[in-house]
């Protein structure tokens, strides 16, 4: 398996614009992870998907951020509009849930600038 | 909520010297405990994890011990290398249903050749 895998890798928007974020988890991996990443915060989780339902999105931001699953193999974490504060870099990461502690695979993440 | 803490936020060292960081918990019910590696540009990676139910756990150069009664748990990586260098993060989570992790804010691990 190729691991879990984000586009794009690099995203630079003008403030206002609509960004789109992908993910697709690893096969077989039931549950999936947005976190976002910053100096200052470090590691936040947005929202979390299990069998793509979202459980929790206690972490999102706010209106702006949405997320979706619409099936096992994808999902997408939206911005609209987005903001200067926004630019963190996004990580999405993937396991197999629940009952057990199983390891969380993170993706190589999408580093995004909102100009 | 959980609630992670975690220390050094940096830490330097010269090669072939230990290291150790430090992570504290607040909810009693969390029971795993991972630490994650992440290497500049890319995504966290699992070194190692353990739980509730073990003190001590070895991997090789690397070993995290686990103090239930005083909610916190450590890494402690020996005869470092130039290639330990990274950013090194903690988690807790409760596990018998929906494991999410609740990070610490990372620790950067500096090795001097």
């Known amino acids: 398996d190729a691991g879990v895998i984000q586009s794009p890798r690099h995203e630079v928007t003008e403030m206002g614009q609509e960004v789109t974020l992908r993910c697709k988890p690893i096969?077989?991996?039931?549950?999936l992870f947005w976190y976002r990443q910053t100096m200052m915060r470090g590691l936040e989780l947005l929202i979390y998907?299990?069998?793509?339902?979202?459980?929790?999105d206690s972490g999102m931001p706010e209106d702006r951020f949405s997320a979706k699953m619409p099936n096992a193999s994808f999902s997408t974490l939206k911005i609209q509009p987005s903001e200067p504060r926004d630019s963190a870099v996004y990580f999405c990461?993937?396991?197999?849930?629940?009952?057990?502690?199983?390891?969380?695979?993170f993706g190589q993440g999408t580093r995004l600038t909102v100009v | 909520g959980e609630n992670v803490e975690q220390h050094p936020s940096t830490l330097s060292v010269q090669e072939g010297d230990s290291a150790v960081i430090k992570c504290t918990y607040s909810?009693?019910?969390?029971?795993?405990f991972p630490w994650y590696k992440q290497e500049l540009g890319k995504g966290p990676q699992l070194i190692i994890d353990i739980r509730s139910n073990v003190g001590e756990k070895k991997d090789q150069r690397i070993a995290v011990t686990l103090n239930k009664t005083a909610k916190h748990f450590s890494l402690h990586i020996t005869e470092t290398q130039p290639e330990d260098s990274a950013v090194y993060f903690c988690a807790a989570s409760i596990g018998g249903g929906s494991y999410i992790p609740t990070f610490g804010r990372g620790t950067s691990l500096i090795v001097h050749p």
């Open positions: 096969s077989g991996h039931n549950s």
């Open positions: 909810d009693s019910a969390s029971n795993y």
């Open positions: 998907f299990n069998n793509n339902v979202p459980i929790d």
């Open positions: 990461a993937s396991s197999l849930q629940p009952g057990t502690n199983t390891e969380a695979f």
